[in-house]
């Protein structure tokens, strides 16, 4: 197989073809900025609703403290927006002109990845959207209402929210990061079992890193998922190589169930047997 790069034509092609790719990115990074942009209030006011209407005394509204504060948040969501709008186009971009070099598994094998990234990563930010903020603000807010009122800036909510959404998007690809140490046995089961004497320090050091304050609801929404996604990292190393170890006695449950079946269905295989043995005397006998 020739490699298309150290040939005259199909070195111009592929030149072509990245250059194509680039103004597509380009086309829907255009896109993605002019929609936000388009639909900024609605999209506003979905960031803004795990807060509730506990921002401000005005109608739960943030409020912004420079002149150019509204306009650095707006220029802040539409560049976040165009980033979003371009991320397919640069993930699909790269997979197609990655795909002659690589073997029909191994392209699979990165499609699937790369898909399970995307998934895992959507899943950290609607787990900072739908848990970890509206629990978090909720009490934080809250507390000691009576005596002070809180008026949150919105440059300083929205840093807040990107930067949650940031890093609980990377927690969440702990699994994967897991499974392809394991996959390629650099890290095998046993060695990430005895990882877990030291997750709980390595949850806590991360709760106390990502929580901008220091009460316990926020520490514990960090902490414990990471060591919840670490059990589901150990437990896909183990679906890997069972052999390496009892992933919390599975092997064990397994085995007792499969005894307890054959027990259960026992009287239903012994029928069968007498019926099998039974039409192969009448064949026998030509009845």
């Given at each position: 197989?020739?490699?298309?790069?150290?040939?005259?034509?199909?070195?111009?092609?592929?030149?072509?073809q990245f250059w194509?790719?680039?103004?597509?990115?380009?086309?829907?990074?255009?896109?993605?900025?002019?929609?936000?942009?388009?639909?900024?209030?609605?999209?506003?006011?979905?960031?803004?609703?795990?807060?509730?209407?506990?921002?401000?005394?005005?109608?739960?509204?943030?409020?912004?403290?420079?002149?150019?504060?509204?306009?650095?948040?707006?220029?802040?969501?539409?560049?976040?927006?165009?980033?979003?709008?371009?991320?397919?186009?640069?993930?699909?971009?790269?997979?197609?002109?990655?795909?002659?070099?690589?073997?029909?598994?191994?392209?699979?094998?990165?499609?699937?990845?790369?898909?399970?990234?995307?998934?895992?990563?959507?899943?950290?930010?609607?787990?900072?959207?739908?848990?970890?903020?509206?629990?978090g603000l909720g009490?934080?807010?809250?507390?000691?209402?009576?005596?002070?009122?809180?008026?949150?800036?919105?440059?300083?909510?929205?840093?807040?929210?990107?930067?949650?959404?940031?890093?609980?998007?990377?927690?969440?690809?702990?699994?994967?990061?897991?499974?392809?140490?394991?996959?390629?046995?650099?890290?095998?089961?046993?060695?990430?079992?005895?990882?877990?004497?030291?997750?709980?320090?390595?949850?806590?050091?991360?709760?106390?890193?990502?929580?901008?304050?220091?009460?316990?609801?926020?520490?514990?929404?960090?902490?414990?998922?990471?060591?919840?996604?670490?059990?589901?990292?150990?437990?896909?190393?183990?679906?890997?190589?069972?052999?390496?170890?009892?992933?919390?006695?599975?092997?064990?449950?397994?085995?007792?169930?499969?005894?307890?079946?054959?027990?259960?269905?026992?009287?239903?295989?012994?029928?069968?047997?007498?019926?099998?043995?039974?039409?192969?005397?009448?064949?026998?006998?030509?009845?």
């Open positions: 197989m020739g490699v298309p790069w150290r040939q005259g034509k199909p070195a111009r092609s592929l030149k072509n194509i790719r680039v103004f597509w990115i380009l086309v829907f990074l255009g896109m993605g900025a002019g929609y936000t942009f388009y639909f900024k209030e609605e999209i506003f006011n979905w960031l803004l609703a795990p807060a509730g209407d506990h921002l401000s005394p005005f109608d739960g509204k943030p409020v912004y403290g420079s002149p150019m504060g509204m306009m650095g948040a707006t220029i802040t969501v539409v560049a976040k927006g165009a980033i979003l709008g371009a991320l397919p186009a640069m993930v699909y971009s790269v997979l197609t002109m990655i795909r002659p070099w690589l073997p029909a598994r191994f392209w699979r094998f990165t499609v699937w990845l790369t898909l399970s990234i995307m998934f895992s990563y959507l899943l950290g930010i609607a787990f900072v959207y739908y848990v970890m903020l509206p629990v009490f934080l807010l809250n507390f000691g209402s009576d005596i002070a009122v809180a008026l949150i800036d919105i440059g300083e909510y929205l840093k807040l929210l990107t930067a949650l959404m940031f890093a609980m998007g990377l927690v969440f690809l702990i699994p994967i990061l897991m499974f392809l140490l394991a996959k390629m046995r650099l890290v095998k089961y046993r060695h990430w079992r005895w990882g877990r004497m030291v997750v709980p320090l390595f949850a806590g050091f991360l709760g106390i890193i990502l929580t901008p304050t220091a009460d316990g609801i926020n520490f514990l929404m960090v902490s414990l998922p990471v060591m919840g996604l670490y059990e589901v990292g150990l437990f896909v190393t183990w679906v890997i190589a069972p052999d390496e170890g009892n992933y919390l006695w599975l092997r064990t449950i397994g085995r007792l169930l499969h005894k307890v079946w054959r027990v259960l269905t026992s009287p239903v295989r012994a029928f069968r047997w007498v019926q099998y043995k039974f039409r192969d005397n009448n064949k026998w006998r030509g009845v």
